[in-house]
Nanobody, 122 residues
Framework: QVQLVESGGDSVQVGGSLRLSCAAS????????LAWFRQAPGNGREGVAT???????TYAAFVKGRFTVSKDNAKNILYLQMNNLKLEDTAMYYC????????????????WGRGTQVTVSS
């Protein structure tokens, strides 16, 4: 059974940093494409970053060099380092896993975590 568990969400001020983690079980991070999505109240789920089986990252345009996605295959953990956080980064952040393609389209990912809340305030 595939399980993805996010952690690391918190309340921070504008300009602050957070590192999110996603612990995967039932799948191997080296054999799956993993991704981060987010959803703010009233908005749809949007892709933030994805990392391919070989560790190649892809980012949404709004990341603009502020976020870094990485994974530790030995520990089966996906990370999202977020720097220079903005008010608009406030959202529930979800980890997702799939084996089709490294895309930021939510429907391409069959496995999802329950999310971790990130709140950015001024």
């Amino acid at each position: 059974q595939v399980q993805l568990v996010e952690s690391g969400g918190d309340s921070v001020q504008v300009g602050g940093s957070l590192r999110l983690s996603c612990a995967a079980s039932g799948i191997s991070s080296s054999d799956y494409i993993l991704a981060w999505f987010r959803q703010a109240p009233g908005n749809g789920r949007e892709g933030v970053a994805t990392i391919s089986k070989r560790g190649i990252p892809t980012y949404a345009a709004f990341v603009k060099g502020r976020f870094t996605v990485s994974k530790d295959n030995a520990k089966n953990i996906l990370y999202l380092q977020m720097n220079n956080l903005k008010l608009e980064d406030t959202a529930m952040y979800y980890c997702a896993g799939g084996d089709s393609s490294a895309t930021l389209t939510p429907s391409r990912y069959p496995h999802w975590g329950r999310g971790t809340q990130v709140t950015v305030s001024s």
